[in-house]
Structure formats: structure tokens, C-alpha cells
């Protein structure tokens, strides 16, 4: 009996290593807004706080998927437990509210800009676009206007993704080399076309961690939407992603 009760200690001890050992995996997070609106997709300052002083308090290192490239193509190494925060949309509040709190925890972002949506109401202004690019924020593309890529033709397709490009870089003076899908979408043809406008990767709604052998058109990421219990629900999210990349998913 004692030896059955030894070898059933050993398997839960196994398994719970397994569990908790880290992988390689870089978790991406995704967010939308910090502010204090009543929507699904933003945080509220108190929370996003809570979230950046937790990462830095349990060792993780916020990288630009600039970082993760270079480690991905053997050029630098990536600090211990690395993370990738990222915001899509561009909106005011990346910059008034939830940049102060990043740097306050020693975080960065990399944020996908809609260049249509710049200037209005509750969005970036392209002065706030710059001032973000020299305060060690990463500028991303999220298309030109904010449309489901899977929705529209290869030819609309190519003018969200190039002509983003280009009006961004006209306006931080810096190559745009990361994307993000709208919704998620995009179709057979888009990688080519990312491709030959000379982004490097797209950030997906796929959930999970990221690994070399991830798909660099189609990485995964950890939504981080408005909490509805706290800080646990964060590190749920955060555990839940890293238990996928054990797993393989
Ligand atoms: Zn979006």
C-alpha cells in the first residue's frame, strides 16, 4: 500500500512541475483602452496598475516584438521571463493614462495605430503618435481604417496594409514592421501582402504563448479584457496561456 501511496506522491509531484516549470513561450498581451468607460474591452487605471506593479514585482521584463525578432533570428538575447504588452486602436488614454503607469513599472508597449482614426475623438493625435515612438513605445499598423482584412478584396487588402505603413513612418520617421489583424481576420493572400510591404510579423486573437516555431504572421496573444475578478482573473489569463504552450496549443 505504502508503495502505492509513494508512487502516487511522486506522479502529482511530477505533474505539478511539469505544470509549473516555464516554457519558452513569450506571452503577447492584448489591450484596447485603460479608462474608466464601462466597456468589455478597457481596463480601468487602477487595474491596468495593478497588472504592470504584478509583472513587476513576479520578474517579467516588457520587450517590443522588435526584441523578440532579433532573439527569434539569434541576434540578442531576451531578459528572463519577457513580455510583450500591446495596445490596438490607438486610443488618447495609451498615452495619457496607461503610458505614465508603464513607465512608473519600468514597462513598455507596442501600440497598432489606425491612421484614419488619428485625431479623432478618444484617439491619438499624431503629435501624441510621436510622442509615444520617442518614449520607447513600439508603433504598429492596424490597417488604414480599421476594416475586417477577410472582408474586402486583395486590392483593398493591399491598400490597408502599405498605405498604413507608409503614413506612419511618414509621421515617427521609423520603419512600421508589425501588425495587427481587425477583428482578428485576414484571408489566404494577406500574409503575401504583409510580406511585400515589408512587415515582419501580425499579431492574431489567437490565444496563447509564442515560441520560435509560431507562426510570425499569425501570433498569439493573452486578451486581457475588463476584469471581472480583480487580479486573479489576470493571472488566470497569464496561467491559462502558459498551460496551452505546455500543451502545445
Ligand atoms: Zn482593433
Given amino acids: 500500500m505504502n ?17 509549473v516549470w516555464p516554457t519558452a513561450g513569450v506571452p503577447i498581451l492584448a489591450y484596447h483602452q485603460v479608462s ?14 495593478d497588472q504592470m506593479k504584478y ?62 482614426l488619428v485625431g479623432t475623438t478618444e484617439y491619438l493625435s499624431w503629435q501624441q503618435v510621436s510622442a509615444l515612438e520617442e518614449r520607447h513605445t513600439e508603433i504598429g499598423s492596424h490597417t488604414m481604417s480599421h476594416i475586417a482584412l477577410n472582408e474586402i478584396s486583395p486590392e483593398e487588402q493591399r491598400h490597408e496594409i502599405e498605405d ?6 511618414q ?44 507562426d510570425v504572421f499569425a501570433l498569439k496573444r493573452v486578451n486581457v479584457p475588463h476584469p471581472k475578478y480583480g487580479l486573479w482573473e489576470f493571472r488566470l489569463r497569464l496561467f491559462r496561456a502558459h498551460l496551452y504552450s505546455k500543451l502545445g496549443l
Fill in 164 to 169: 498604413s505603413k507608409t503614413v506612419l513612418q
Fill in 55 to 116: 509583472l513587476q514585482e513576479n520578474g517579467y521584463h516588457a520587450i517590443s516584438l522588435e526584441d523578440l525578432f532579433k532573439s527569434y533570428q539569434g541576434q540578442g538575447k531576451l531578459p528572463e521571463k519577457p513580455v510583450v504588452i500591446t495596445f490596438d486602436d490607438g486610443y488618447e488614454d495609451n498615452y495619457l493614462t496607461a503610458l505614465p503607469i508603464m513607465e512608473k513599472y519600468s514597462m513598455r508597449a507596442t501600440v497598432f495605430v489606425v491612421p484614419s
Fill in 3 to 19: 508503495k502505492y501511496l509513494a508512487l502516487g506522491a511522486l506522479f502529482i509531484v511530477f505533474v505539478f512541475s511539469w505544470i
Fill in 36 to 49: 474608466e468607460e464601462d466597456d468589455i474591452y478597457s481596463v480601468t487605471a487602477s487595474q491596468f496598475e
Fill in 171 to 214: 509621421h515617427i520617421g521609423k520603419p512600421v514592421v508589425f501588425f495587427a489583424y481587425p477583428y482578428g481576420q485576414f484571408t489566404g493572400t494577406t500574409e503575401q501582402i504583409l510580406r511585400e510591404a515589408g512587415y515582419q510579423g501580425a499579431c492574431s486573437g489567437v490565444a496563447g504563448l509564442n515560441r520560435s516555431s509560431t
